[in-house]
């Protein structure tokens, strides 16, 4: 399975554009990048998906090099209300056994 | 609504005691999974299902139990060999292809 690697924490400003990457050397060929938005207390929630290149959703946009080794999720002027963990899963999502891990998280604080 | 739903939403637990976590979908999703998580940590796969009347140990399966006897239904027993029960306890569901899983709101349960 391909492991994850993400920066602990972040602090940002509102209004300000946030990018998140992950690093996974040992993506495989079959391997999609899954970004999720986890609130205290609640579970996580799916923000995007993508195999390569770039991939733009009304909430973030999603940036994944040719050699697909990291990714980068970008959220657009952000607001208090961004302030979460977010967590970046990459696997098979034709195999639901493939995609299983969730590593620690980057979390992200967004000050006034 | 579709969605994935966990019951109760706090549990409190005495040492030595079986207790059973309640988690439902209506979202016909194939795959079933629990996770762990502890304050200030990512998730910990604990088991999975991809079928029914089948599931596989995750990283972290001993002191847990699960059946999975309907689609619908996966339900997670933490047993008194468990070590160290209290956490927060998610379940999740997908399908293959796009999208990722969804997560329902979570138990936290606590030993007293």
């Known amino acids: 399975l391909a492991k994850t690697t993400q920066p602990i924490s972040m602090d940002s400003y509102e209004g300000q554009e946030v990018n998140i990457t992950c690093s996974h050397n040992?993506?495989?060929?079959?391997?999609?990048i899954t970004w999720y938005q986890q609130f205290p207390s609640q579970g996580p929630r799916f923000i995007i998906q993508?195999?390569?290149t770039k991939v733009t959703n009304e909430v973030a946009s999603l940036f994944i090099p040719a050699d697909r080794k990291s990714s980068t999720l970008s959220l657009p002027r952000v607001s208090l209300s961004d302030t979460a963990v977010y967590y970046c899963?990459?696997?098979?999502?034709?195999?639901?056994?493939?995609?299983?891990?969730f590593g620690g998280g980057t979390r992200l604080m967004v000050k006034p | 609504d579709g969605g994935i739903t966990q019951s109760p939403k706090y549990l409190f637990r005495k040492e030595g005691q079986n207790v059973t976590l309640s988690c439902e979908q209506n979202?016909?999703?194939?795959?079933m999974y629990w996770y762990r998580q502890d304050p200030g940590q990512g998730l910990r796969l604990i088991y999975y299902?991809?079928?029914?009347?089948?599931?596989q140990k995750g990283d972290i399966a001993e002191g847990y139990s699960v059946s999975r006897e309907k689609k619908e239904s996966f339900p997670l027993t933490v047993t008194s060999a468990q070590k160290n029960p209290t956490a927060f306890y998610l379940c999740?569901?997908?399908?293959?292809?796009?999208?990722?899983?969804?997560f329902g709101s979570g138990t936290r349960l606590t030993v007293v």
């Open positions: 299902s991809q079928i029914v009347n089948d599931f």
């Open positions: 040992n993506i495989a060929t079959n391997d999609y």
């Open positions: 993508g195999y390569k």
């Open positions: 979202l016909n999703h194939d795959a």
């Open positions: 899963l990459v696997g098979d999502i034709n195999n639901a056994g493939n995609m299983l891990t």
């Open positions: 999740a569901s997908s399908n293959r292809g796009p999208g990722g899983y969804t």
